[in-house]
Nanobody
């Protein structure tokens, strides 16, 4: 199996910063895309940022210029540095990875359990 474990959420004032981290472990042969999604109450889950194994990044317009995603392929980790946080960034943030497991030849999506980010005004 594959597990994604997130850390780094919490309560922060508007204008502050947070760094989310996620570590993938288990029966991993290769990871293609890693990223972060978020879901606010009453809203659909949305992409925040993603990064390919080659380092190509993609950001939601709402966080572009305020967030930086980074990845360590050797450690199977991905991090999201968020600056200038706004109350509308409040959500549960989920780590995501597109993984090929050892001994299997298909890609599958895995999710972390989610970490709460709350930005107070």
């Amino acid at each position: 199996q594959v597990q994604l474990v997130e850390s780094g959420g919490g309560l922060v004032q508007a204008g502050g910063s947070l760094r989310l981290s996620c570590a993938a472990s288990g029966s991993i042969f290769s990871i293609n895309l890693m990223g972060w999604y978020r879901q606010a109450p009453g809203k659909q889950r949305e992409l925040v940022a993603s990064v390919t194994s080659g380092g190509i990044t993609n950001y939601a317009d709402s966080v572009k210029g305020r967030s930086t995603i980074s990845r360590d392929n050797a450690k199977n980790t991905v991090s999201l540095q968020m600056n200038s946080l706004k109350p509308e960034d409040t959500a549960v943030y989920y780590c995501y990875a597109n993984v090929m497991r050892r001994y299997l030849l298909t890609w599958a999506d895995y999710w972390g359990q989610g970490t709460q980010v709350t930005v107070s005004s």
